[in-house]
């Protein structure tokens, strides 16, 4: 049974907790908006991505 979250409730325990998630968050936007390195395609991503997944799985299966 999963939990639902109301979107009402804040999962944060103070408004305090909440605005300095919100800043962090916003400067972590602003600051990928800013980079000028060139963006990765998705299907690359997801490539390099499988291939690390792989490798760790490779290695768990040898340790096992």
Known sequence: MSKTISPIISEF??????????????AQVAASIEDDQPCLPHDQVMAELEAIISEAEQQQRKSA
């Not at 325990?13 to 916003?26: L, R, V």
């Open 13 to 26: 325990d103070t408004d305090e907790q909440a605005a300095h998630h919100d800043g962090w968050f916003k």
